[in-house]
C-alpha cells in the first residue's frame, strides 16, 4: 500500500473485494499506483507487476444459480478496449458453460473492487432495477494523506467541465452530485467510505 496524499485514493486488491462480497454490498474505487502506471501513453514495458495486473482474470467471489460476483482488479477495462475486458476475460475461463453473462453494472477501469453479473433474464432485470433505484447500496473506500475538514458530511454540487478533460464542483445545485461520507484515522492516513446518492459520471473524484 502506497501513502498517498491530497484527495484520497482508493484501496485497490481482492482481500479488500472479498470482504466486500461477503458483506454482499461495498463496493471500492480508485486508481492504485500500478494501476496509474498501466494508464501512462509513455509506459515502458518494464514493471512485470503491471503486466500482470492488466492479464488478470477477475476472481470469483460468490457464486449462485442466479449471479456471480467477481474481483476486478485495478488496471482492467469492464468492456474490451486494446485488451480484452473484465466481462470477455469471465467468459472466456466459462465457456465451457452454456450461459449468458448479463452486466447490470460496471466499474472503471481504475477501479478495483466486486462486479455483479446476472445469469438470467430475470435476475438481470432485478438486478439492474436494484442498482438503477439505489436499494442495491455501493460503498466506496479511499486512503489519504490529508485531514479533511470534517470527519462526516454530504458533498452536494454541479458537475462540470475543467482542464484536460477533467471535472470540477461547482456551487450551484441545479443537478447535483450528492456523495455521503465518513472518514477516520488509520495509523496516520485517513481512510475514507463514500457513499454515493447519486450516479453522475466521475462523481467520486470530483468529491474527493
Not at 79 to 102: C, I, K, Q, V
Not at 199 to 207: E, F, N, S
Amino acid at each position: 500500500m502506497t501513502t498517498t496524499t491530497g484527495a484520497p485514493r482508493a484501496v485497490a486488491g481482492p482481500r479488500r473485494a472479498a470482504r466486500a462480497a461477503r458483506i454482499g454490498r461495498r463496493n471500492f474505487t480508485g486508481p492504485s499506483r500500478r494501476a496509474r502506471a498501466l494508464a501512462r501513453d509513455d509506459d515502458d514495458g518494464d514493471d512485470d507487476d503491471e503486466a500482470t495486473i492488466s492479464s488478470e482474470t477477475p476472481r470469483v467471489l460468490y457464486e449462485n444459480d442466479a449471479l456471480v460476483i467477481v474481483s476486478k482488479p485495478a488496471g482492467v477495462s469492464f468492456h474490451s478496449e486494446f485488451e480484452p475486458g473484465a466481462l470477455a476475460r469471465l467468459r472466456a475461463s466459462r465457456d465451457a458453460r452454456e450461459e449468458r453473462l448479463r452486466a447490470v453494472h460496471r466499474l472503471d477501469k481504475g477501479t478495483s473492487g466486486a462486479l455483479v453479473f446476472a445469469k438470467t433474464a430475470d435476475a438481470a432485470k432485478k438486478l439492474a432495477r436494484g442498482f438503477a433505484t439505489r436499494t442495491i447500496v455501493k460503498y466506496y473506500v479511499g486512503v489519504s494523506g490529508k485531514k479533511p475538514k470534517k470527519k462526516m458530511g454530504t458533498v452536494t454540487g454541479d458537475m462540470a467541465r475543467a482542464r484536460r478533460k477533467a471535472y470540477k464542483l461547482t456551487n450551484t445545485k441545479d443537478n447535483p452530485a450528492v456523495t455521503k461520507f465518513v472518514s477516520f484515522g488509520a495509523k496516520g492516513r485517513r481512510m475514507f467510505i463514500f457513499r454515493p446518492l447519486t450516479g453522475k459520471t466521475h462523481q467520486l473524484r470530483v468529491c474527493a
